[in-house]
């Protein structure tokens, strides 16, 4: 069988309504996405991230230095020395990441 004889449905052409419809559907998305003003929908997400992020460092942090602090107290017998210290260095790391993200320069 040719292209010609296959059965099936005969292309149609672009109806001139439908683009109509698009254009002003289009038309009318960016005026709405103006008036509320979520026309920077990369901005809200890459700010998300990195909120997401720092409350990452946070918890890290103080959770990964006080785990390490209270398994190494267990097994030397220094309790409560090294969880007070090991806490107290991954509150200062956490803090010192959060500060080295929030002085970085933001990507154009």
Not at 75 to 89: D, Q
Request: charged share 25%; net charge neutral; glycine share 12%.
């Amino acid at each position: 069988m040719t292209p010609d004889t296959q059965p099936g449905q005969d292309p149609i052409d672009e109806d001139a309504r439908i683009a109509s419809l698009q254009d002003r559907l289009a038309r009318a998305q960016q005026v709405e996405a103006e008036r509320t003003g979520t026309t920077q929908v990369g901005a809200a997400d890459e700010n998300y991230r990195l909120g997401n992020r720092v409350l990452g460092e946070l918890i890290g942090g103080t959770a990964g230095g006080a785990l390490i602090g209270w398994v190494l107290d267990r097994l030397l017998g220094t309790s409560p020395w090294l969880l007070l210290v090991l806490l107290f260095l991954g509150i200062v790391v956490a803090f010192r990441n959060i500060i080295r993200l929030s002085s970085k320069r933001p990507d154009k």
